[in-house]
């Protein structure tokens, strides 16, 4: 696509009185207004973002939009002098307020108005300003906001990261604002990174819903006054300079703008490439050619200038590594991720990319430490990286963090939806399921706290309802090479199988379910220490057939993700519970429907059998009356004998 030209006007154009026209081929007038003139007109200020521009330590970039064309004005005084004043008025700071004169463009949306663009510039580093924008002869300006320049000097810091609000209607961004409120309030990141779908109905390739970015910029101001954003488009913002219009970021010069931005910028000694994955032809063509190759080009160069940072962190809508149905293609719908998985995994491993924030696909997910091999086809084009090591650590408050380092490979990491509209669950037996070291759906909106450190990033999830905010996972990415090798961890595929017939007492809503129920270990992560593994399974009961994903985690939690398949339908659903090791016994624990907590007892027999690379103890496991809340039920769980061996990946 060619980029569009701009429709820019200088500071003295105004009002464009051809409403409705195309603005390509009709000559605008213009009608200045005057301060008396205001009226009904609505110079507000709406549609606002704050937003990185180029240097983060002496620069800002501003966006907003008016119904008129008004002036384009911004001023930034630094904060320590205007508390000591009555504002932006008084005449003691009027010496110390930095004056900025932005740009006006019509907006080549139906309805949309006018643009407006400013960037503070020759800001001093590590100082806290605030500011406002509007028209400064009309006496128009936004509500004072707050930010904080980024350092000469490296030093520790925390951003957050939340995606895929996607709302289309006033009750969901109602839902995102309590999410931004209660995370900003708890605490306090310097700035947020949002991984795309801002709204729903602004489709790729579709038209812009204007009422959808009200609600999820106008609506929201009073938290995004006081934090940057990095943002990138997802396929449901991609309509027609949808995203362009409401951002001011430093894209390369003549790059296509029509589906989304692409930019980068440092903050500390932290580079962060920021890609566009609206690039793409049709994503339902198997022969899609993935990302367009001026980007794919600029990506290489942008992350070539940055390998020796001490971190490099990507973000994308699309998740080249996820548990959910986009990333896997389950519906032959998503061949433009496959072909960005292509193209994108040998850039980050040549270029040493540590992290990658994705979206798009609504559920938690961290994948292994991922490295791409050479190109033999499409088969086996990268593995998990093999050499890298764990171990517990502890940072601050936080306790016992599962860490991972002495690393080759790529994180890919998505916290899920941050407004609840809508979730996914893992795919089970998925194309990328052998990739994903954590993955589940607590059918909750998800934020994350990234830390920053001088040695270390540190991955902090919480989950957020209306009553409580609380740490849900975290995990730890480490620059060191310390710990124990991956080699001495455990992965099996389709090994360790357990069979029985189980009958469930308990009575749910619709069903008394009788289930033959197949387990097999899909991974067993350091059997050596404790058991914490996932099982994939399939059943049967009396109302259809089901499979499941049973997720037991170091920490004690046991997930299942299920889906019923029903004369009527599919359901899926979540259960959540605890497990410990008591003897030989593996104890779950798991609510039922009306809440009360039901123990289950898994009796462990002696057995031996030869596994990959070792042999390993495993048995046939009887679990009494395992329930689960909701439409149906299913349990596993294996154990190891605690015996040092090594066993290689399985791709």
Known sequence: MKKLMKFVLPLSVISLVATGLCLATVKPQYKRVLAGEIGDYGDDTRLQSMTFFGDTRSQMGFCWTTSNATNSDLQVLEKSIYDNSTGFDDPSVISSIKYFTGTIEGSQIAGDGFIHRAVAKRLTPDTEYVYRFGDEQLKRWCKVGSFKTSANENRNFTFMHISDPQGDNEL???????????????????????TGDITDDSHFGGTIDLHEWELALTNQWKVFKDYPVAAVSGNHDGAFNAFHSRYTFDIPEGSDYITGDYYSFDYQDVHFTCLNSN???????????????????????????????????????????????????????????????????????KYGVDLVLEGHDHLYNLSYPMVADEYVGQEHYYHIDGEYKYSYRDF??????????????????????????????????????????????????????????????????????????????????????????????????????????????????????????????????????????????????????????????????????TELALEEGKEQFVTTGSWHMEDNDIIIIIQDEKGADVTHVAKIASG??????????????????????????LAVSKLFRKKKRTIRFWR
Request: glycine share 8%; charged share 20%.
């Open 172 to 194: 969901h961004y109602e839902s995102y604002n309590q999410l931004l409120n209660d995370s900003t309030g708890m605490f306090d990141p310097e700035w947020i990174a949002l």
């Open 608 to 633: 031996n059998k030869n596994g990959c690379g070792g042999n390993i103890a495993t048995t046939s496991i009887i679990l009494s009356s395992l329930a689960l809340s909701g439409v149906t039920i």
């Open 396 to 561: 601050g408050d936080y306790k016992d963090v599962y860490t991972f380092s002495n690393l080759k490979g790529t994180f890919f990491f998505n916290t899920g939806t941050a407004t609840g509209q809508k979730y996914y669950a893992p795919v089970i037996g998925g194309s990328m399921e052998s990739t994903i070291f954590d993955t589940s759906n607590p059918n909750q909106k998800m934020f994350t706290m990234v830390d920053v450190l001088d040695n270390d990033i540190l991955l902090r999830t919480y989950t957020c309802t209306s009553n409580e905010t609380k740490l849900y996972k975290i995990y730890a990415i480490s620059k060191d090479n310390e710990g124990t090798p991956a080699q001495e961890q455990s992965e099996y595929d389709n090994d360790f199988e357990i069979k029985g017939d189980y009958s469930f007492e308990y009575k749910f809503a619709r069903y008394n379910h009788t289930a033959n129920v197949t387990m097999r270990s899909k991974k067993l992560i350091n059997a050596e220490a404790d058991l914490a593994g996932k099982f994939v399974g399939t059943f049967t009961c009396d109302g259809g057939n089901g499979t499941s994903i049973c997720q037991l985690y170091r920490t004690g939690k046991v997930v299942m993700n």
């Open 279 to 349: 690039d793409t032809p049709n994503p339902k063509d198997p022969n899609t050619t993935g990302l367009g190759d001026e980007q794919l080009a600029w990506c290489e160069a942008d992350l070539a200038a940055h390998q020796n940072d001490k971190f490099l962190i990507v973000m994308m809508h699309k998740g080249l590594f996820d548990s959910g149905g986009h990333s896997c293609n389950d519906d032959h719908g998503d061949y433009d991720i496959e072909q960005m998985r292509r193209q994108l995994t040998p850039l980050f491993t």
